[in-house]
């Protein structure tokens, strides 16, 4: 018996992703249902097409290799954008140079000591130890170029609260890097003492 997909809803779509006879026309209707708010607001965030689109195709990719028959779905669309918030967030951290961010926490650097791989891979570990919120409020600063308002527009918080949880999140950051930062101070060929480092 051929059914009308269209008159499903939304758990009863995601459902029948588990089923191989149903699959196709269960995603080719929830794709038709979402696709133009996933692309919106991956646009919205990277603030580029080509990366929205890269964004856009990841989150409907992962979303259906996520397809369980032990989940129950009871919000579809806050989970596909879910998936794009995370996606987002994977393309702007790669995009980023970093060390904006690096100076604006620690001051502007003389010496060349530290490989900018190494410096990427930290800034990244760090920020992956705050809280999502204030990581993505930072990382939409920072590496989308948006003003507070554009934040609190995207984020669906008032502009004093983006403010905030930049605040923290950038003094919790100088919390996370800040031995590191006194090791590569002392390990500078800068340094006059003449210390050896011992560990």
Not at 114 to 138: C, F, G, K, S, Y
Not at 162 to 180: D, F, T
């Amino acid at each position: 018996m051929d059914r009308d997909y269209a008159l499903l809803g939304d758990g009863e779509l995601y459902s029948l992703l588990t089923q191989r006879q149903h699959r196709e026309r269960a995603f080719a209707e929830i794709y038709r249902r979402y696709s133009h708010r996933v692309f919106v607001y991956c646009r919205k965030i990277l603030q580029n097409t080509n990366d929205a689109e890269d964004a856009f195709q990841d989150t409907f990719l992962k979303f259906l290799d996520s397809a369980s028959a032990s989940r129950q779905m009871t919000n579809l669309p806050g989970y596909l954008l879910t998936i794009a918030r995370n996606c987002c967030m994977d393309i702007l951290n790669k995009r980023s140079p970093h060390v904006e961010l690096v100076e604006e926490l620690h001051g502007a650097s003389n010496d060349h000591t530290v490989e900018q791989d190494e410096l990427n891979h930290l800034i990244t570990m760090a920020l992956e130890l705050l809280p999502l919120h204030w990581r993505e409020a930072i990382v939409l600063q920072l590496y989308a170029d948006m003003s507070y308002q554009d934040i609190a527009h995207v984020l669906e918080v008032p502009v004093t609260t983006v403010r905030n949880w930049i605040c923290r999140g950038k003094q919790r950051l100088r919390e996370i890097l800040q031995p590191y930062f006194d090791e590569h101070d002392v390990e500078s060929p800068d340094s006059s003492n003449g210390t050896v480092d011992q560990s």
